[in-house]
């Protein structure tokens, strides 16, 4: 992302897709993501078919005849369920499980990045690649696995932990005790108090909510997106532009609601998506309070704006 981007030379051997993204990429519409808001653009899409989703993967196919090499070996695909700091960026309906198949007709592996959608987040499912209705050779997790506890895992078919077989390998972290009792402590308590579910329920009413605010501020607000309690409100200087929020406009509401006593992060290519990612056991009036707190944040840049 251009935010978080140093002037350095790229790792030789890594090779970015384009961003599927529906709502600022070329292709995208009103039908095209798993969410209960969808993006506010004209879409071709008819019924279950995907227009974006056939387009973006046709650039990851053109991409992969001219970029790669010609023996037409891959290593491995690795991609988020959805984007977390990316900006909470949810991919067409069909996608990734049309990459991963021609990843492996490739001899590729697939790997899940469910550092941010693992562990229930998503609502609908405890992993996020599951509503992609994919299976990743490989699954990456941390954060909330460990619930604040620094902790971390991979996840692999039995195939691929058996290249491990073929050298030595030690790593000076594994399988710590207290670590591994943090984490199956954390695991219990999601299912023990149904935080699966209670993301499902607080978070579709949250990106509701969250899409009234829109109707409420069309000229700031473009786009609110995700699932469960992995949600991204995009801040926009133009609706019909999409031209990105000034970053000092963008300060300017952040700290505001910050100072009302309401904790959101931010991410974006420009850093301009406001990111509400709270705890599995949030409740809706908790949900209800961070809704007006952005308001009233609104509210007053309006104001501000119109000086």
């Known amino acids: 992302m251009n935010v978080y981007k140093y002037p350095t030379v790229p790792l030789p051997g890594h090779v970015h897709v384009t961003n599927p993204d529906v709502y600022r990429g070329p292709w995208g519409g009103r039908n095209c993501r798993d969410s209960p808001c969808q993006a506010n653009r004209d879409c071709a899409c008819t019924g279950s078919k995907c227009v974006a989703e056939d387009r973006y993967f046709e650039q990851f196919d053109e991409l992969y005849r001219t970029q790669l090499p010609s023996d037409g070996k891959i290593a491995a695909f690795t991609a988020e369920s959805i984007q977390g700091v990316g900006g909470t960026v949810q991919f067409p309906r069909n996608y990734l499980r049309r990459v991963y198949e021609a990843v492996r007709s490739r001899g590729g592996l697939c790997i899940a990045d469910e550092v941010q ?57 594994a399988g710590n005790p207290v670590a591994c009792a943090v984490g199956n402590a954390v695991v219990q308590v999601i299912e023990d108090e149904s935080l699966q579910e209670n993301a499902h329920k607080v978070g579709t009413q949250l990106l509701h909510d969250l899409a009234s605010l829109m109707r409420e501020f069309p000229e700031t607000i473009g786009d609110v997106r995700g699932k469960g309690l992995m949600i991204g409100v995009e801040l926009v200087a133009d609706p019909e532009t999409r031209e990105f929020l000034p970053a000092d406009d963008v300060a300017f509401i952040f700290e505001d609601i910050k100072d009302s006593g309401v904790l959101i992060g931010r991410g974006g290519v420009k850093g301009n998506v406001f990111r509400f990612k709270p705890p599995l056991c949030v409740t809706k009036e908790d949900a209800a309070c961070a809704v007006d707190v952005l308001r009233a944040a609104l509210k007053k840049f309006r104001a501000q704006r119109k000086r």
């Open 117 to 173: 959608t693992g562990f229930a987040r998503t609502g609908t499912h405890f992993w996020g690649f599951e509503a992609h209705g994919v299976r990743p050779d490989i699954v990456v997790m941390a954060k909330g696995i460990g619930n604040g506890y620094p902790l971390g895992a991979v996840v692999t078919t039995p195939e691929v932990s058996q290249a491990l077989a073929r050298a030595s390998y030690f790593n000076t972290y």
